[in-house]
C-alpha cells in the first residue's frame, strides 16, 4: 500500500551543525508534503510544507527539499539549536474530502550541546 | 485563541478496563480528527468528524472503540474494553475547513494499559 517513511529512527547533531533528516514516500501521484514537529508533552506543530511544484522551499533556518524523481524529501535544519531537540514526522495529506494525514514514523533529533 | 485541549494528558489503567478521552478543538472548527502513535512507531488516523458527523472512521482499529461529537463541539474517544496494544499517545486535531490541510494538535493523552 501507500506509504510515507523516514529512513532513520534517531539522528544526533552537535549544537551548531546543520541537521538532515530524510524521508521517502510511495505514491509517484503524491502532491503536497508537510513536515511537523513534535516536542516532548506537546502535538505536532506545522514547520513548513511544499507542493509537488517545487524543489525546494525556505523558512526560518529550516529548508525542505522534494526530489520526485526518486520520491524523496528532506528537512534541513541549519545551526541546530537545543530547542530543535523533537520528533520530526513527514506527512501526506489524503486527497478527497476528509484532509486525513498520513505520517511517516518519525525521526527523533537529539543536539548535543 | 485557545489552542486544541485534551484529557487527560496521561492515563494508566488495567487491561479490561474503560478510560474516556476527551478533546475540545479550536472554538468554530467544524473538523476533528483523531490519531494515535504506538510506541516508536507512526502516527495512524483513526477517525474524522464534520461537526457531528463521523466523516471517515477508516482507521478505527476495532469496535471496542467508540468516538462521540454530539453537538458537534467537544468529542470523546471512548476504549471498552481496553486491551494492552491500545496503550499509545492519542492525539486530537481540528481544522476550520473541510479537506484543509491546516490541522491544529493538540497535547495528546498518553494511554498505558497495564
Known amino acids: 500500500g501507500e506509504s510515507v517513511g523516514l529512513h532513520l529512527p534517531t539522528l544526533s547533531v552537535q549544537e551548531g551543525d546543520n541537521s538532515i533528516i530524510n524521508c521517502a514516500y510511495s505514491?509517484?501521484?503524491?502532491?503536497?508534503f508537510i513536515w511537523y514537529k513534535q516536542e516532548s508533552g506537546k502535538g505536532p506543530q506545522f514547520i513548513i510544507d511544499?507542493?509537488?511544484?517545487?524543489d525546494k522551499r525556505q523558512g526560518q533556518r529550516v529548508t525542505v527539499l522534494l526530489n520526485k524523481t526518486v520520491k524523496h524529501l528532506s528537512l534541513q535544519i541549519a545551526a541546530t539549536q537545543p530547542g530543535d531537540s523533537a520528533v520530526y514526522f513527514c506527512?501526506?495529506?489524503?486527497?478527497?474530502?476528509?484532509?486525513?494525514?498520513?505520517f511517516g514514523q518519525g525521526t527523533t533529533l537529539q543536539v548535543k550541546p | 485563541e485557545a489552542g486544541v485541549t485534551q484529557f487527560p494528558s496521561h492515563s494508566v489503567i488495567e487491561k479490561g478496563q474503560t478510560v474516556t478521552l476527551r478533546c475540545d478543538p479550536i472554538?468554530?472548527?467544524?473538523?476533528l480528527y483523531w490519531y494515535r502513535r504506538v510506541m516508536g512507531k507512526e502516527i495512524k488516523f483513526l477517525l474524522h468528524?464534520?461537526?457531528?458527523?463521523?466523516?471517515?472512521e477508516s482507521g478505527m482499529p476495532n469496535n471496542r472503540f467508540l468516538a462521540e461529537r454530539t453537538g458537534g463541539t467537544y468529542s470523546t474517544l471512548k476504549v471498552q474494553p481496553a486491551e494492552l496494544e491500545d496503550s499509545g499517545v492519542y492525539f486530537c486535531?481540528?481544522?476550520?475547513?473541510?479537506?484543509?490541510?491546516?490541522?491544529?494538535f493538540g497535547p495528546g493523552t498518553r494511554l498505558t494499559v497495564t
Open positions: 505514491n509517484s501521484a503524491s502532491d503536497y
Open positions: 506527512a501526506e495529506p489524503r486527497m478527497g474530502n476528509t484532509g486525513k494525514l498520513i
Open positions: 468528524f464534520v461537526k457531528e458527523s463521523k466523516q471517515d
Open positions: 486535531a481540528s481544522s476550520p475547513a473541510t479537506g484543509s490541510y491546516e490541522q491544529y
Open positions: 472554538s468554530g472548527h467544524d473538523n
Open positions: 511544499i507542493r509537488s511544484n517545487m
